[in-house]
């Protein structure tokens, strides 16, 4: 028997974690929401989801242009095994008190939330065995997981000192039309630390990390600077064996055209519905091993480096199989280290 899955929120982390649980052999989803009757809540419905109504009091304006819903939320997770709250950042600790608590469901929710939403915050490398049946887990945010992925994997192979990470951001994601792209490089925030190394600590409370984040007027990627300190003498070619070995590290070089976030994005609309990229884009021609210093940049596809944390969260809470198993499973159904070149 499949596990029973419920989306609450159908946007752009909706929408894949919805497409990526039924990519699943052993899940599948058994409802979204929306809010509105828009393009995407018709999108939904032809794609084969029962759509169901986020807020309560709205089924009406559903009704009003003919768009049949099935419930509400609340009935929605009556049937369902677990939801994922995919609403917009701050919601999902309003639905857990509202919905979730009430029927006693087990949630996972989105890196907008504060981690006090959830007993943990998750990355499936780094903490999966954690999450082993826990009730509520918060999946880091995009640019989290992008940090502690890769740290996660120095830090099991090399003995590594301090982090400092230059962060910088995509402004707001492609469909975004109410705010959006300035002329302009925003430092966010201006004082220090930005947001992001006390994040990473929530996962991986013993690694030293100092954080500054810029936005700069692009809408693609994110990208990463990264600079560690070693305490061992470790060759480049090390690091690079480690990272090669790890499915959600694509390692790539500018010697074939790699130049930007832009040829990145080209390369994965060739690949992957929606250009999803999953894992970290490391260009392998930026490690470099200088004074026992770690420098490396990475870059980061906002909108589906958390897909596939969200499928391995599920099967962690509801105890279906263990770490290996489940980010095997989730990689193979995603292609995830299909497109090595
Ligand atoms: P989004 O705005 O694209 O989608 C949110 C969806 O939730 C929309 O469909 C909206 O209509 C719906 N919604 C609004 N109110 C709701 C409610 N009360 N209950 C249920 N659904 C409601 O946002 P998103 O980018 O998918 O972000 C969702 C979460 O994921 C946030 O916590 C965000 O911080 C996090 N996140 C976003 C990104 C990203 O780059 N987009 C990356 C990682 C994590």
Redesign the pocket.
């Known amino acids: 028997m499949k596990v029973k899955v419920a989306i609450?929120?159908?946007?752009?982390?909706?929408k894949r974690v919805a497409d990526a649980v039924n990519a699943q052999r052993d899940m599948e989803v058994i409802g979204v929401?929306?809010?509105?009757p828009d393009f995407?809540a018709k999108v939904a419905i032809k794609k084969g989801f029962k759509l169901y109504c986020?807020?309560p009091e709205r089924v009406e304006v559903f009704e009003k242009v003919g768009l049949k819903v099935e419930g509400t939320?609340e009935d929605l997770i009556e049937k369902a095994d677990i939801v994922v709250?995919?609403?917009?950042?701050?919601?999902?600790a309003?639905?857990k008190k509202m919905y979730y608590e009430k029927a006693g469901i087990k949630a996972i929710?989105?890196?907008?939330?504060k981690k006090d939403v959830a007993e943990l915050s998750f990355n499936a490398l780094a903490n999966y065995d954690k999450a082993m049946g826990k009730r509520y887990v918060r999946?880091v945010?995009?640019n989290t997981?992008g940090l502690v992925r890769i740290l996660y994997l120095l830090k099991e192979n090399f003995r590594i000192g301090k982090v400092r990470a230059v962060m910088i951001r995509r402004v707001v994601?492609p469909?975004e039309d109410k705010k959006g792209l300035v002329n302009g490089i925003m430092p966010d925030p201006v004082e220090l630390p930005s947001h992001h190394g006390p994040d990473v600590q929530t996962v991986l409370p013993d690694v030293d990390i100092t954080t500054v984040a810029f936005k700069v007027p692009t809408t693609i990627m994110h990208v990463h600077s990264l600079n560690i300190e070693l305490k061992d003498s470790v060759k480049r070619d090390e690091v690079i064996d480690v990272l090669k070995e790890e499915p959600r590290i694509l390692l790539v070089s500018s010697d074939d055209g790699f130049s930007s976030t832009a040829k990145i994005i080209e390369y994965a609309r060739e690949l992957r519905p929606r250009y999803d990229m999953f894992e970290n884009i490391v260009w392998q021609d930026s490690i470099a091993v200088v004074d026992n210093e770690l420098y490396l940049t990475q870059a980061i596809h906002?909108?589906a480096?958390?897909i596939p944390e969200n499928i391995d969260a599920i099967r962690a809470m509801l105890e279906l199989t263990d770490k290996e198993k489940s980010m095997d499973m989730t990689n193979k159904s995603l292609k995830i280290g299909d497109f090595r070149i």
């Open positions: 609450n929120g159908y946007g752009t982390i909706g929401t929306k809010t509105k995407e986020a807020i939320i709250d995919c609403s917009p950042k701050k919601v999902g309003e639905n929710f989105q890196g907008g939330e999946v945010s995009c997981t994601d469909k906002q909108e480096i958390v």
